[in-house]
């Protein structure tokens, strides 16, 4: 009988010590993901600070003008960043108007509506889709896709729109549109299986609830599931977004590469990261180089001030529901 509250203690002994085992353990996996965690936000700082340190010459001679100067001569040595500036924004806008509404469409077609039979391997295509190269979709577009775009489309538009200045002016094939058009292609896989899975992560009593107060299949997806996961696509959307801002190879080929603001989507145009891409083994000057670092250190900053005001306008404007996966 005097053994047993003895045998009592060392159990609780024992617990005791397992417990201290298992809370250091999770102490020391805290510190782990933490470190993990953090060593993201020092490698963004190490880009900056390397970029800083490639552009101060360029700094040092150019300061704010290099981003209001719309010159870019290397042989004066006379650089300016804002067509570049202009072409990233204006190639991702139209890349976003042309594959938000086919993403989000075929979401909800994958989600909703379509059978079983032939949601699978849609769902396949659409991630194969995501893995080709962008080199690939480049070569595809200048031998596909924008000689159909010069005969077919681009004719078009300027016979119907033609009054706007957006769809004036002589037809190169390449072009701003081109280049959006092809972004926009790369971009409908990333914001399609984004938008897929938030949607499925609608609970399933959004939808019966709606369909038990007589709703038809529009409203439930447009009340129970839309406006449920909102905040989720919009997130889905800036993902492609930061996707079309930086993207380089594909857009360099059908873009048409001319450093200049045009009103016509029909003129062709340069980006921040093609022209990263084109004039780098060129440089042969440490202010041409220098430049090309700043404008790299532009692309920098214009992705993480897009990406910011679009997560402000996100949680100032968009009401309750899903939360985007971070």
């Known amino acids: 009988m005097t053994q047993a509250p003895e045998i009592i203690v060392r159990r609780s002994a024992g617990a005791v010590q397992n417990l201290t085992v298992r809370h250091a353990g999770d102490r020391i996996f805290r510190s782990l993901t933490l470190l993990m965690a953090l060593s993201v936000f020092v490698l963004l700082i190490l880009i900056g600070i390397e970029l800083a340190r490639g552009s101060h010459v360029a700094l040092v001679k150019f300061g704010w003008r290099f981003l ?6 290397p042989v004066s040595e006379n650089f300016g960043a804002l067509p570049f500036i202009f072409g990233t924004l204006v190639s991702s806008l139209i890349a976003l108007s042309i594959a938000v509404p086919l993403s989000i469409a075929t979401a909800v077609f994958l989600t909703e509506l379509a059978p079983q039979w032939v949601r699978q391997p849609l769902t396949i295509f659409i991630e194969l889709l995501a893995a080709v190269p962008s080199v690939i979709l480049g070569l595809w577009g200048i031998f596909v896709m924008v000689p159909w775009l010069r005969v077919h489309l681009f004719p078009g538009l300027k016979t119907t729109l033609g009054f706007l200045p957006l769809f004036q002016g002589p037809i190169y094939g390449v072009s701003m549109l081109a280049g959006g058009v092809i972004i926009a292609i790369m971009i409908v896989p990333i914001i399609t299986s984004v938008s897929r899975e938030i949607l499925r992560s609608v609970p399933g009593l959004q939808r ?11 409203e439930v997806t447009r009340i129970a599931v839309l406006s449920y996961a909102k905040k989720g696509l919009f997130g889905a959307v800036i993902l492609g977004l930061g996707r079309a801002l930086g993207e380089t190879m594909a857009v360099t080929m059908v873009i048409g590469n001319r450093p200049e603001i045009a009103q016509s989507l029909f003129t062709p145009g340069y980006t921040l990261a093609s022209v990263i891409a084109n004039e780098f083994t060129e440089a042969t000057t440490n202010t041409y180089l220098s430049a090309l670092f700043e404008i790299g250190l532009v692309l920098l900053g214009v992705t993480i001030l897009v990406n910011a005001a679009a997560q402000l306008l996100l949680k100032t404007f968009a009401g309750p529901g899903v939360k985007p996966q971070q």
């Open 68 to 73: 209001a100067s719309s010159e870019w001569d």
């Open 208 to 218: 019966e609830a709606a369909y038990a107060l007589g709703a038809t299949r529009w």
